[in-house]
């Protein structure tokens, strides 16, 4: 896409677009998964799309994390067994 052909989209558009809220939109800046967004007035911002597509796509690659009592769970299994292991 060029400059040209590359909408601009506000915080709140961006939040829509990505289907987050807008503090993990300046959240995910911080961590660097998200480009700054582009200043276009004195106190406004915006994303561009080609960002925003560039963001979906590295969130939609990453690695899952399981939750925590599902690892809670799978560990107390492994000692289950260990433990069924060592009396047979």
């Known amino acids: 896409m060029t ?5 601009l989209y506000r915080p ?7 289907r987050t809220g807008r ?11 998200l480009e700054a967004p582009t200043p276009v007035g004195l106190r406004s911002v915006a994303w561009r799309e080609s960002q ?9 690659n990453r690695p899952r994390v399981k939750p925590v009592a599902a690892l809670a769970a799978a560990n107390a299994r492994r000692e289950r067994i260990k433990k069924e292991q060592a009396a047979a």
């Open 23 to 33: 503090s993990t939109l300046y959240q995910a800046v911080a961590r660097g998964d």
């Open 12 to 18: 709140t558009e961006a939040a829509k677009y990505t």
């Open 3 to 7: 400059l040209a052909t590359d909408p």
């Open 52 to 60: 925003l597509l560039r963001y979906i796509e590295k969130m939609n």
